[in-house]
Antibody, heavy 118, light 110 residues
């Protein structure tokens, strides 16, 4: 079982870019698929996108091209950038490890709250 | 893609069984066998309980089972225990490299 830890600013201004990094420990990022998900307060989960260690990515179509994910295998990290944020992007953001396929998430980070506010 | 539909709440007494439904469409649940279920305690990260409709990850008690009929998936918790009280979320592959979730069900152990 790997451990995941999200890091990044907890406050982002409207129209700016949200940037988060997930550090993987206890295993190599050169396996499995890695995803970002988010959960607004009192609401359900939303899948944001997933990346493979090769850099291959797929994103949730609903985020309309605002998402970019990247991976740094030398640091065992992967990252999320979400641009043009609004208050609707305020949520707890989770990074997670995919299982046999990227469609389920076996291990999760503890989550980090990102608030969009001026 | 619309979210999957779950009842907002469910409840049962210790020892009883409870089933939580997750309704979608032929474009998601009905079209693929990629339904997962997650358990989430307040303030904590979700935990995978079921994947591929009915598969249990290692360490998940066999009191938890999943099934699917048509466009509806179900999670059944047998022999309810106090620690089963949590929020439960379903997810399904929705085609075109998209994954969607249900709105969540709060399970109360009476």
């Amino acid at each position: 079982q790997v451990q995941l830890q999200e890091s990044g600013p907890g406050l982002v201004k409207p129209s700016e870019t949200l940037s988060l990094t997930c550090t993987v420990s206890g295993g190599s990022i050169r396996s499995y698929y890695w995803s970002w998900l988010r959960q607004p307060a009192g609401s359900g989960l939303e899948w944001i996108g997933r990346i493979y260690f090769t850099g291959n990515t797929i994103y949730n179509p609903s985020l309309k091209g605002r998402v970019t994910m990247s991976v740094d295998t030398s640091k065992n990290q992967f990252s999320l950038k979400l641009n043009s944020v609004t208050a609707a992007d305020t949520a707890v953001y989770y990074c997670a490890r995919g299982g046999e396929r990227w469609l389920q998430f076996d291990d999760w980070g503890q989550g980090t709250l990102v608030t969009v506010s001026s | 893609q619309s979210a999957l539909t779950q009842p907002p709440s469910a409840s049962g007494s210790p020892g009883q069984s409870v089933t939580i439904s997750c309704t979608g469409s032929s474009s998601d649940i009905g079209g693929y066998n990629y339904v997962s279920w997650y358990k989430q305690h307040p303030g904590k990260a979700p935990k995978l309980m079921i994947y591929d409709v009915s598969e249990r990850p290692s360490g998940v008690p066999d009191r938890f089972s999943g099934s699917k009929s048509g466009n509806t998936a179900s999670l059944t918790v047998s022999g309810l225990q106090a620690e089963d009280e949590a929020d439960y979320y379903c997810s399904s592959y929705a085609g075109s490299n998209n994954l969607i979730f249900g709105g969540g069900t709060k399970l109360t152990v009476l």
